[in-house]
Structures are given as structure tokens and as C-alpha cells.
């Protein structure tokens, strides 16, 4: 079982930035693929991003949502057991609760149902 808690949401203007981070609990952390997922009012869930593992600790896949491609950037602190989303360029559009999310899949996963473990979320608003 993993645990995750997000936090790092606020107010922001927009051309802001934010980052936002994603504690998990246990101790295998580094086996974990971790994707970053958003829900704005009345839509559904949308991929962000995710950073997924080969098999190897020391490869690692970035992927993104084309809508971010440029301006958000995943990582991740295996020592922190924590996976981050940084965001510049902020935009109002990217108004939403903030998901991050875990599978131990050794592939890019961009699809929330494959997906094991979600955290509460974290709110977003960017102010125009």
C-alpha cells in the first residue's frame, strides 16, 4: 500500500509559476511510475505528466501532456520518496485539483485507470 500526499497548490497570476510536490510513504518508492493528473470544474481528469520507471534505477522516462510540453517539468528525489511538478508559464487554463498518482507498470502510463494509488489532491488557480 502507498500512500501519497501532494501539496505546493496556491494562487497565482498568470506567467507564475508553482511547484508542486508528491510524498509517498514505503520504502520502494524508486519502483514506483508516477504521473501528475488535473480536474478542473465540470471536466473530466486529465493527463499532466508522468516520470515512469524501465526497470533500471538509473532510467527514468519524462512524458507530457502536449497542452504543458515546454512549461511543466516532472522529477523526482528517490532519497525523498517524492515526485514534483514544477510549472511555469502558468496560464488560466491550468486552473484545477492538482492529482498525483502511482503504478509499479514499467511503462509511460497516461490513463488514470491504470493507476494504483492516487493522493487528495491539490487546488490551482491561476488569476488572469
Known amino acids: 500500500q502507498v500512500q501519497l500526499v501532494e501539496s505546493g497548490g496556491g494562487l497565482v497570476q498568470a506567467g507564475g509559476a508553482l511547484r508542486l510536490s508528491c510524498t509517498a510513504s514505503g520504502r520502494t518508492f524508486r519502483s514506483y511510475s508516477m504521473g501528475w493528473f488535473r480536474q478542473a470544474p465540470g471536466k473530466e481528469r486529465e493527463f499532466v505528466a508522468a516520470h515512469s520507471w524501465s526497470g533500471s534505477t538509473i532510467y527514468y522516462t519524462a512524458h507530457y501532456a502536449d497542452s504543458v510540453k515546454g512549461r511543466f517539468t516532472i522529477s523526482r528525489d528517490n532519497a525523498k520518496n517524492t515526485v514534483y511538478l514544477q510549472m511555469n508559464s502558468l496560464e488560466p487554463e491550468d486552473t484545477a485539483v492538482y492529482y498525483c498518482?502511482?503504478?509499479?507498470?514499467?511503462?509511460?502510463?497516461?490513463?488514470?485507470?491504470?493507476?494504483?494509488?492516487w493522493g487528495q489532491g491539490t487546488q490551482v488557480t491561476v488569476s488572469s
Open positions: 498518482a502511482a503504478t509499479l507498470k514499467l511503462r509511460v502510463v497516461v490513463v488514470s485507470h491504470e493507476y494504483d494509488y
